[in-house]
C-alpha cells in the first residue's frame, strides 16, 4: 500500500534532499574563496554524498511497505544522518568563523534548514508507520 500517509512524507524527504542537491551545487560553487576552497567542496561533496543516501534510503523505504520494522529502521537511519550531518556542518562553520582570516558564511543556511526538515519528516514517517504496526496488531488480535 503505497499511497499512505508515511509515503508522502517519505517522497517530501526525497524531494527535499533532491533539491538541496540543486542549490548546494548552483549556489555554494561561487563562494570558493581563498584557503578555504578546499573545506568547502569537502563539506559540499560530504553533504551531497549524505542527500543522495538519504534520497535513496527514502525510496526503497517507500516500496518495504509490508516490512513495517523495516521501514522503522530506515526511517531511524535517515534520522541519524541527518543528526550527523547538522553536527558536521555546525563544526565547519565554528571552525571556519574563529579561525583568524576566515570568512563570513551568510549562505550555508540552506543545508540546516534541509536537514532539520529531513529530520521532521522522517520522525512523522516513522510515526505513521509505528501507528500502522500497531493497527495491524491489533486487528491480529481479533482474529
Known sequence: MIQRIQSIYLFLLFVGNGIGIIVNTS???????????LDVLTVDLLFIIMA???????LVTIFKYKKRVLQMRFCQFMIFLNLAFVVIIGVYVYRQLS???????PEKGVEWVIALISIVFAVLAKKAIKSDDELVKSADRFR
Open 52 to 58: 543522495i543516501i538519504l534520497m535513496l534510503v527514502s
Open 27 to 37: 549556489v555554494f560553487t561561487k563562494i570558493n574563496q581563498g584557503f578555504a576552497q
Open 99 to 105: 579561525l583568524p582570516g576566515g570568512f563570513s558564511y
